[in-house]
């Protein structure tokens, strides 16, 4: 489902619904892939280079295995 983001401005209501559902799925994520992440950067011998590089595929790996999880789950964001 699409949400034009011009109408939220609209119905605050739906929005603060979007947003807390948007936290806890990044809540979520953090959770249970603590221990992934934890063990990526243990093993990165130059910290401060491999971390910074390597954090924007940790991101990408974490959301597509969240959006996984999720693919057969109804969320919040159906419309009413």
């Known amino acids: 489902m699409l949400l034009n983001p011009h109408a939220l401005s609209q119905n605050l209501d ?16 953090i959770y249970d892939y603590r221990t992934t992440a934890e063990e990526i950067f ?12 390597r954090i924007p595929g940790a991101v990408k790996f974490f959301t597509a295995q969240t959006k996984s999880q999720l693919a057969g789950s109804k969320d919040s964001f159906v419309d009413r």
């Open 14 to 29: 739906r929005l603060e619904e979007i947003e807390k559902a948007s936290l806890r799925l990044v809540t979520q994520a």
């Open 42 to 53: 243990r093993e990165e011998s130059d910290l401060v280079a491999d971390i910074g590089g």
